[in-house]
């Protein structure tokens, strides 16, 4: 088996469970404090498909405060999980932002996207629908997720999901290489 690294990204607003998620799915671990992050990187080989990765995860900051390290951290991202809270609207209006960031720094109309609908757990808080977080992902062709890291819904299958998200794009990117190349061959007789 060979190993392929991935750089992914997980970004959403302040307090949404980013680094909960994340720390579930390195960890096996619920953090029951909220101590705002800046920015973590972590690192987990898994298996995937019958194909060993290393992943590269950036757990970024949700506050505005620190909205300029966004785009540098968007550039070297392969993937990226949106994630909102199911029981804070202005987070899930915040998502279509974070996508438009991305694809603008990107130069792209696709990039590999999962969307998340965290605190899946907090069901009589709730104020987003799924159906609503489901429609935002399809409209973007991204995968789509509820999620609870206490409960620990869904957590794995995220990460793995946007491992299959990444490797569809670089395959897709590929062919398209091979197609241009191609294209360009000339033969003088």
């Known amino acids: 088996m060979s190993q ?5 990204v997980v970004v959403g607003g302040g307090g949404v469970g980013k680094s909960a998620l994340t720390i579930q799915f390195l960890q096996n671990y619920f953090v029951t404090d909220y101590d705002p992050t800046i920015e973590e990187s972590y690192r987990k ?24 390290m966004r785009e540098q951290y968007m550039e070297s991202g392969e993937g990226f999980i949106l994630v909102y809270s199911i029981i804070a609207r202005d ?17 792209e109309s696709y990039f590999p996207m999962v969307v ?13 629908a799924k ?15 509820e999620t609870s890291a206490k409960q620990i819904i869904n ?28 294209k360009r061959r000339c033969i003088i007789l």
């Not at 392929?4 to 992914?8: A, G, T």
């Not at 987070?91 to 130069?107: G, Q």
């Open 45 to 68: 080989q898994v298996v995937v498909d019958n194909e060993t990765c290393l992943l590269d995860i950036l757990d970024t900051a949700g506050q505005e405060d620190y909205s300029a």
């Open 155 to 182: 957590v794995t299958e995220s990460f793995y999901e946007i491992v299959r998200q990444i490797r569809k794009y670089n395959e897709s990117k590929n062919l398209t290489k091979k197609d241009v190349n191609k």
């Open 131 to 145: 159906e609503e977080g489901q429609k935002f992902a399809e409209s973007i062709n991204a995968s789509f997720f």
């Open 116 to 128: 998340l609908g965290n605190k899946c757990d907090l069901e009589s808080q709730r104020v987003i």
């Open 91 to 107: 987070t899930f209006v915040e998502i279509p932002e974070l996508k438009d960031m991305i694809l603008r720094v990107k130069d």
């Open 4 to 8: 392929s690294d991935f750089k992914i």
